[in-house]
């Protein structure tokens, strides 16, 4: 008898395991979909009359919508992800010196005089420049950091380098509170974000989405090409399994976790840009949020997995896109967090598995 | 080698930061000085009374707040820091923080307990934010101590009429005694100004926005119980994220729901401009209304970081202030206060910075040798009618609530600037 009654249960438990994540995460979409479909959604008003529709343009705006927002949160958390792979530290400063990205961005287009009516070749140009020296400096401050607060506690218990960690984050908010006041600041429109680029099936895709789309999928290639198929990649990826095998091997341990910090720094400042553009406007707290979220989607992704800080980033942007349109946005980080737990409780190591020494 | 690497890695660092930080406190000393103490001590102490102020005087609400620093300054300094035969000593206090960028509920606590310890203080200018005042009502009521607000139009301040909250006012008097006045109109006189101007300018559907504080949650639900008596039909009214850094899902839900006029209740500091530059987005031809919270060029003006230039034919937005050349003395003030400002047109609030001393100092002069009595002066005070001062005529009833009845509908001008359009008072108020 016992042997007939767990037999369905491990059946449930294995379907489950194999197949439970993926309900739930097109449990939303697929729910609004078909709602969409068969009540219909206010599209407008003519004369009075209330337009409804029953199709999937408005979950097909929510997506758009929530890959684009997504794809900042993507940037960011390949940074989380490259140093936790490596040193396996939650570098809790990384939010922040995304936000100081955001303020040097704004800073440089506001003194190359870049408004709204500047050229297309002239603004293209300029915000490139800005592109290129915001990521410079936000690389340049997270090796600055490492060398600083994390690298002289490298042979600490763990515990020290996280207390350094929000030690740098603290500091990194005071000097945006210091530069940018307490209060958000508005800056200007120079994209015209909201400017129609095109239609697909009555999915209006904005000029926020393209930009945020345009600078993180080529910086995502290019990252993965760099640990992938470069030396200093391949030390990257051999220092993140074992680095004192590593050091044996003739790497650069030192240089190589300087590299990795580098280059979360710059992709932390590429997000900063296309923040403040996608956003409009810049805080000394945006850091902090942002830096949850995208910690967050690096863990939903499979900690130290690059492509699955992207996949996590993407999912967590959706998700925040359809509760805000669906559900009011009070409800937004509980909806996000939920997921969370769902998909740690359903698949502990991510959705594509850790990449860490403890995972192996 | 690497040792003295290390070491000038680490002396940059710190000097950034150091240098970074006294920058700051540097900045924070001299704007703490710049509106600190104004008025000077008597040589002898005893004939000195003290007044204080409590506004914030960091972030958005500072285009609102610095005028009205100056506006009590000016009228001291008219007086010659003395009212009657008692030398004003005037301390302006910041009940907000840097980190939060509008007032705060410690500091606000801060300054209310610092004037309620002074035993010579007689006088309370403040708050700006009728949440703040919330804070502060209570701990100045156990003191004893007047306070007169010259912003706070939240009405469960005063009263418990509709869009009061249960356990309003009662509750910020522990005394039993009321010793809260303002003097600017209630927010029920606002939200029936606010629908009379929507009606006014053709709304058929309104999309009501609110930062969720004290003033902007009131103002919005009096927005709501009032729709009836002026034909407005208010189609949604939302408590908003003021940390989002964006709001184009609740735009988007705005425009399904076939809004035509979108109105914040809230102030600046709480998401104001982009919420309302969202909602322009989706909706480019929505007429935008907002009340006194808003109708200031940190929210209006694109230079000052407000609205883009293709929202200000769409703004309207109420403050008590009217027009000031029209006031008794009015022009007078604006002389005075170009003189020592060097502008000449400032901000609504700053003839209301002006007048909360002015009333100030005459109730104490008119005390005589009384005047340095919190008690006498709370009583004088309440006794007031009939007061001729640069707002208009006004006394206060037995809650503490102005007379003046009239908003200042204003719209934006060209350069972002909100300009004074028309006087309204509603004959329809709860």
Known sequence: MPAVAVRPLAAIRKWIGRWGLIVALLALPVYYGIRDLVHGYSSGFVNGHAVINHDLTQLGFNLVSGVSNGSIWALIAMGYTLVYGIIELINFAHGDVFMIGSFVAVGIYASFGLTATTGAFGLIGGLLVTLIVSMLVCGSLNVLIERVAYRPLRGAPKLAPLITAVGFSFILQNVGLLWKGGSPVGVPDLINQNKTV???????????????????????????????????????????????????????????????????????????????????????????????????????????NVRGAVLGGIIIGCIQQLSDSRLGPQWTPAVVFGYLILVMVLRPRGLLGEETREAG | MRTLGKALTACVLVGTVIGIVACGSSSKSSSSASSGSSGSSSSSSGNTVDIYSSLPLQGASTAQTVPMVNGIKLALQQAGNKAGQWTVKYTSLDDSTAAAGKWDPGQTAADARKAASDTKAVYYVGEFNSGASEVSIPILNEAGLPQVSPANTYVGLTTNEPGSAPGEPQKYYPTGTRTYLRIVPRDSIQAASDLLAMKQAGCTKVA???????????????????????????????????????????????????????????????????????????????????????????????KKGGVTASLYPLIQCTVATQKLTAYPGGKDFLAAYSKAYHTSSPDPYAIYGYEVMKLGLDTVAKLGAQGNSKSAVLKALFATTNRQSVLGTYGFDKNGDTTLKSYGLYKVDSSGEPVFFKTITPTKVL
């Open chain 1, 198 to 304: 095109f239609k697909i099936s009555g999915v209006i895709i904005h000029r926020a989405d393209v930009l945020a789309i345009a600078v993180t999928v080529p910086l995502v290639f290019a990252l993965t090409w760099f640990i992938g198929r470069t030396r200093a990649g391949r030390a990257m990826r051999a220092t993140a399994q074992d680095p004192e095998a590593a050091r044996l091997m003739g790497i650069n341990v030192n240089s190589t976790i300087s590299l990795t910090f580098l280059l979360g720094g710059m992709l932390a400042g590429a997000a900063g840009l296309v923040y403040a553009l996608y956003e409009t406007n810049v805080w000394y707290f945006q850091g902090f949020e942002a830096g949850l979220i995208a910690f967050t989607a690096a863990v939903m992704g499979g900690i130290g």
């Open chain 2, 208 to 302: 009501v926005a609110n930062d969720k504080e004290a003033y902007g949650q009131g103002l919005a639900a009096l927005i709501e119980l009032e729709k009836a008596n002026y034909g407005v039909n208010v189609v949604s009214n939302t408590g908003i994220d003021p940390t989002a850094p964006n709001f184009r899902s609740y735009a988007d839900t705005v425009k399904g729901q076939g809004a035509d006029c979108f109105f914040f209740a809230g102030i600046v500091s709480n998401g104001a401009v982009q919420i309302t530059k969202d909602v322009h987005a989706a909706l480019p031809t929505a007429k935008v209304f907002g009340g006194d919270g808003v109708c200031t060029d940190s929210y209006t003006s694109a």
